[in-house]
């Protein structure tokens, strides 16, 4: 039987589910304007705000919440959430992930990919789940660009845009950027 990962491994970084003692620290990413001006909710979170999330991501099975390691450094969060009401993580038909990356040091790297590869091929390999999908703001044309290299395909354009990806479109699209980030050169930076 397939079980949630608290863990995950590879393309040099770490995805660690999240903890209470990172709360802080990912409320102060959050609230950040560099972060939140690409965010469906720019709204700021207070500390009560922080906590009750908190309390409810930790028994819900629809979604699974990491911190993203570089280096044994923390340096953004990453998330996936089965889309359709009533499924989980281990039977959803299709998952929404989504990250940010808080360390401006690599926002517009190549290490930027890192952990969606990751959390793709966990969707994929390890959940099963048919697609991903997400919404992206239409101005956020950065992200967009990003996706497209990952084989998301437009599925509705509007102020939110939303996409799609299929297994086969990923691992045809992504075979470019998992042999770099999997370079022994790399690692050892």
Not at 11 to 18: G, I, P, T
Not at 70 to 92: F, M, P, R, W
Request: aromatic fraction near 10%; charged fraction near 25%.
């Amino acid at each position: 039987m397939t079980e949630l990962h608290r863990s995950l491994r590879g393309y040099q970084v770490f995805l660690d589910s999240v903890t209470e003692q990172e709360l802080e620290l990912i409320r102060q990413w959050r609230n950040d304007p560099a972060v939140s001006q690409f965010m469906l909710s720019q709204q700021l979170i207070d500390k009560e705000q922080q906590q009750a999330w908190f309390k409810k991501i930790s028994n819900d099975s629809s979604q699974q919440h990491f911190m993203i390691r570089y280096k044994d450094q923390n340096i953004g969060v990453a998330n996936i959430k089965a889309c359709y009401q009533g499924e989980t993580l281990l039977n959803s038909r299709a998952i929404e992930p989504g990250l940010y990356i808080a360390d401006e040091r690599y926002r517009s790297n190549i290490l930027a990919f890192a952990p969606t590869l990751l959390l793709n091929d966990y969707c994929f390999d390890v959940l099963g789940t048919a697609c991903l999908k997400a919404c992206v703001k239409a101005d956020n044309q950065a992200a967009l660009h990003y996706n497209s290299k990952l084989g998301y395909q437009i599925e509705k354009q509007a102020d939110l845009v939303e996409i799609v990806l299929y297994k086969d479109d990923y691992q045809r699209q992504s075979q470019g950027l998992k042999a770099l980030l999997s370079r022994p050169s790399l690692k050892n930076q």
